[in-house]
T-cell receptor, first 114, second 113 residues
Framework: KNQVEQSPQSLIILEGKNCTLQ??????????LRWYKQDTGRGPVSLTI?????NTKSNGRYTATLDADTKQSSLHITASQLSDSASYICVVSAPSGGYNKLIFGAGTRLAVHP | DARVTQTPRDKVTEMGQEVTMRCQPILGHNTVFWYRQTMKQGLELLAY????????DSGMPKDRFSAEMPDATLATLKIQPSEPRDSAVYFC???????????FGQGTRLTVV
């Protein structure tokens, strides 16, 4: 069964600190892996998208890594800010029925405290 | 600026009533997705449209849910009759076929009492 698992489920850090969120997947084959940020009461917003041939991609203070051999990805947040408080969702895109289906992880809820 | 627009943002309705949620995809996008998000299940795909044609609605309870695209600028998701277990946030997303990006709307929070 195609699955995307994220850890930890939730995380609390102090403002200014770094943190790393993990994503393991069993989806195969896959087209790309995405990290989304979802603020409370809003829709998910894309942070990074990586194909299987890419192993790192940055978007400001967010850096995603991908190891397609071990089927693992991580999202590293540097110098966290209060506005980073949100849910971070790992999503794997897999070809299915003629289109790329998105398979969502359950998300990691991050709280950044002053 | 280009964004996916969903209406209404919030809807409270009584069990048994019909609910219609609307989505305006980003102009020029030819794929539309409907998702449902709950605390328990996370984000689940309900329906997928390409060029206004429904290509995947396997995630949608067919007895009460229906999704349509009357034209390229409007997608609708209807529940009739609604039940308390339908309470969730419903998201619409649009993109370009072959493209990698999917842009989400702000969602419709549905509460069925």
């Amino acid at each position: 069964k195609n699955q995307v698992e994220q850890s930890p489920q939730s995380l609390i850090i102090l403002e200014g600190k770094n943190c790393t969120l993990q994503c393991n997947y069993t989806v195969s084959p896959f087209s790309n892996l995405r990290w989304y940020k979802q603020d409370t009461g809003r829709g998910p917003v894309s942070l990074t998208i990586m194909t299987f041939s890419e192993n790192t991609k940055s978007n400001g203070r967010y850096t995603a890594t991908l190891d397609a051999d071990t089927k693992q990805s991580s999202l590293h947040i540097t110098a966290s800010q209060l506005s980073d408080s949100a849910s971070y969702i790992c999503v794997v895109s897999a070809p299915s029925g003629g289109y790329n289906k998105l398979i969502f992880g359950a998300g990691t809820r991050l709280a950044v405290h002053p | 600026d280009a964004r996916v627009t969903q209406t209404p943002r919030d809807k409270v309705t009584e069990m048994g009533q019909e609910v219609t949620m609307r989505c305006q995809p980003i102009l020029g996008h030819n794929t539309v997705f409907w998702y449902r998000q709950t605390m328990k299940q996370g984000l689940e795909l309900l329906a997928y449209f390409r060029n206004r044609a429904p290509l995947d609605d396997s995630g949608m309870p067919k007895d009460r849910f229906s999704a349509e695209m009357p034209d390229a600028t409007l997608a609708t998701l209807k529940i009739q009759p609604s039940e308390p277990r339908d309470s969730a946030v419903y998201f619409c997303a649009s993109g370009l076929d072959g493209g990698m990006e999917a842009f989400f709307g702000q969602g419709t929070r549905l509460t069925v009492v």
